[in-house]
């Protein structure tokens, strides 16, 4: 068998810190040409200052398997646990964290 047509193992070290995690209620997201990056933060109730925590920094075409790796997870998650509900899909809630599509926050 051709050794290119085998699956290529990668071995991923998870450092003691890194596998504490990072929480993040808010993500912003912006991109040029080459790359898009996301920058991950809390937001957290009467503090008027947010700071970033991580920022992810990809080609288009991860940036495109991410999302394609992120649907497919969130598929099986509902199957198996439920649907996920978005606080503020009904009407007079407040939207708060991160924003799907179409649904940001008017500034008046």
């Not at 068998?1 to 998870?14: A, V």
């Not at 040409?33 to 925590?53: C, N, Q, S, W, Y």
């Not at 407040?94 to 179409?102: C, T, V, Y």
């Amino acid at each position: 068998m051709n050794d290119q047509n085998q699956p290529q193992q990668i071995n991923i070290e998870l450092g003691e810190k890194e596998a504490e995690g990072i929480y993040s209620n808010l993500a912003i997201i912006t991109h040029s040409p080459a790359e898009f990056v996301i920058d991950f933060t809390r937001v957290l109730p009467g503090i008027p200052k947010a700071k970033v925590h991580a920022r992810i920094v990809m080609t288009p075409q991860h940036a495109r398997m991410l999302l394609a790796a992120l649907r497919d997870n969130i598929e099986r998650y509902e199957k198996k646990f439920g649907e996920i509900k978005l606080v503020g899909e009904n009407a007079g809630e407040a939207m708060f964290g991160f924003r799907p599509p179409g649904r940001e926050e008017k500034v008046n």
